[in-house]
């Protein structure tokens, strides 16, 4: 299937927001007929009233697709060079794409902001997406670590029908205490069955101080109480996490790695938290734990493995382009 990349740009409160649509050339020239979007336009190519172009019957119609949610800024040709990838497979296989820019990052207006404060941004990518794909009528929210956490916190503000599932990649808990546990049981542990541990300690070229220091003051932050718990009023973020994921109805897939501490402390935090309690086990979640990948997927075969379980993932939902 061949496919088309198009770069739009829409309005979210008040400044423009820069996207990338993959979708089959069919689908392009349905959405560009319309003159809804364009690089060429930066006015504002979609946001307005003006109705979405009829889709020929003649022509395949996604109702499905995939919005990718990026997290903070990174280096171009990391795991964001992935979401490339991504969603060109993706829109290769059937299921339009889109990535966009947050208010604030890249080419968006605005102030930067943390992914607990993204949701108009996410809301107004979805009208977005609609707008430039009019045949989508379920679209699924793609993140990994903290975008899988603005995914969930999106649902836990916003209940939104459009939405038709979410893929949680390594999503982000993160706290002092959660950080210093997972560096204890995990880091810590490991280090201690190492060879050159022992050799480095033995020659004496280990700093015994300053390791038993960064010990035990991993040790005291471990033990400290959560905001939760500090302030049972207070939501946290890791809450707000917890209740989108437990009041969302449609499908989702977490994909974790076997090689990174953030999947590792967001198995702790889950296993730990009341409020985490019979999430990860609950009927509409299906898990794929990748034990050879690291943080961002960042070999070719573990890209790979993400996009096989994401496109496996996304055809017991139906919805794809037929070829």
């Known amino acids: 299937m061949s496919v088309v990349e198009r770069a739009l740009l829409f309005p979210c409160e008040g400044e423009q927001l820069v996207a990338i649509v993959a979708a089959s050339s069919q689908i392009q020239a349905v959405a560009g007929s319309g003159n809804h979007c364009g690089s060429d336009r930066r006015g504002g190519a979609v946001g307005d009233n003006r109705p979405s172009p009829a889709v020929p019957e003649a022509l395949p119609t996604p109702v499905c697709g995939v919005l990718i949610i990026v997290g903070g800024p990174q280096y171009r040709v990391g795991s964001h060079r992935q979401f490339v990838l991504l969603s060109r497979r993706l829109a290769g296989e059937g299921y339009p794409a889109m990535r966009f820019d947050y208010r604030g990052m890249g080419d968006a207006g605005g102030a930067m902001r943390s992914f607990e404060d993204v949701r108009a941004d996410i809301g107004a990518a979805i009208e977005a997406f609609q707008r430039a794909v009019p045949s989508l009528r379920r679209i699924v929210l793609w993140g990994l670590c903290d975008a899988a956490s603005a995914a969930l916190l999106y ?88 209740a989108g994921w437990r009041g969302f109805a449609g499908q989702m897939l977490l994909i974790l790695s076997g090689d990174d501490y953030t999947a590792k402390e967001f198995l702790e935090y889950a296993a730990r938290d009341q409020a985490w309690a019979g999430l990860l086990e609950a009927a509409n979640v299906h898990r794929v734990d990748l034990a050879a990948a690291d943080h961002t997927f960042s070999s070719c075969l573990l890209r790979s493995q993400v996009e096989d379980a994401t496109l496996s993932w996304l055809a017991t939902l139906g919805g794809r382009q037929q070829r």
């Open 155 to 242: 649902v836990q503000a916003t209940p939104d029908p459009r939405l038709g599932g979410l893929v949680l990649l390594n999503p982000w808990v993160r706290s002092e205490a959660s950080q210093a546990r997972t560096q204890i049981k995990h880091y810590y542990g490991r280090r201690l069955l190492q060879k050159d541990f022992w050799s480095k300690l033995a020659s004496g070229r280990m700093e015994v101080g300053k390791s038993v220091r960064e010990l035990l003051l991993a040790a005291i932050r471990s033990r400290r109480r959560t905001a939760a718990e500090v302030d049972p009023v207070r939501q946290s973020f890791q809450d707000g996490m917890a």
